[in-house]
């Protein structure tokens, strides 16, 4: 229900609406939770996901920079470990494309290039996962700076768990086929579907658009800070090149 009445409204669709309205035929959505094994399918989808299935997109996250850890941790870590046990039950598996982020590097002093490599943490992140579990959610507040400093001077709880969802592909996905993808800060389209395309404000567009109408003349900042932001059809198109080359 909410495919058909709240994605493919999006004035995102409204170049394929017109010339291959079929397409959006294709498209089947199944109804899942992320934070549940085999995330939550039914047994019959999940038959038809095994037997079908050849390229998968792992793009779930919540993206709230301060969201509690507990949270944070069921979203971003427990789902790459059902994506993977999904993974290897999937018969006609070529690819898969996890997007995580460039900021699980944001530890790292660096003024030049940052190796693509993965980021490890001085802390074993089975036990630091179990030990979040076990703590009410008032004592993770309470203990949040503590554990985000602990684990490798993390800034956020979302850089700590997109990190973390890394090390679980590398150790948990040898078998699988599958590719990191680390955008940077993701902003309005470049071309597709059609220049300047939205449809939030999350991030750095609120601070453009207040720019834009004339609300907001000055902002605090650092002459010596990058902002990189990257438009959401490189994004996706990479996604695409990625499946491909895998």
């Not at 179990?130 to 001077?153: P, Q």
């Amino acid at each position: 229900r909410r495919l058909h009445e709240e994605i493919f409204p999006s004035s995102c669709f409204d170049k394929l609406r017109r010339i291959r309205p079929e397409s959006l035929q294709k498209c089947r959505a199944i109804q899942g939770d992320v934070c549940l094994p085999k995330f939550g399918i039914s047994e019959a989808e999940y038959m038809s996901v095994r037997e079908d299935v050849n390229v998968v997109f792992h793009c779930a996250a919540t993206i709230n920079f301060n969201e509690n850890l507990k949270t944070a941790f069921k979203i971003n870590v427990d789902s790459v470990i059902h994506l993977v046990d999904i993974c290897k039950s999937l018969k006609r598996l070529d690819a898969l494309i996890h997007v995580s982020t460039a900021y699980v590097n944001s530890p790292i002093k660096s003024t030049g290039l940052i190796p693509e490599e993965f980021r490890s943490i001085p802390v074993d992140y089975l036990q630091l996962k179990s030990s979040i579990e076990k703590m009410s959610r008032d004592e993770v507040i309470a203990r949040t700076d503590e554990i985000l400093e602990s684990s490798g001077h993390w800034p956020n709880s979302y850089c700590l768990t997109k990190c973390i969802g890394e090390l679980i592909l590398r150790d948990l996905g040898e078998d699988i086929p599958y590719l990191i993808l680390r955008p940077t800060i993701v902003t309005c389209a470049y071309k597709e579907p059609e220049p300047g395309w939205i449809d939030t404000l999350v991030g750095p567009t609120g601070l453009v658009l207040a720019v834009a109408a004339g609300v907001l003349h000055v902002a605090p900042g650092r002459d010596d800070f990058v902002v990189d932001f990257i438009p959401v059809d490189f994004v996706v198109n990479s996604m695409l090149a990625c499946a491909w080359v895998v």
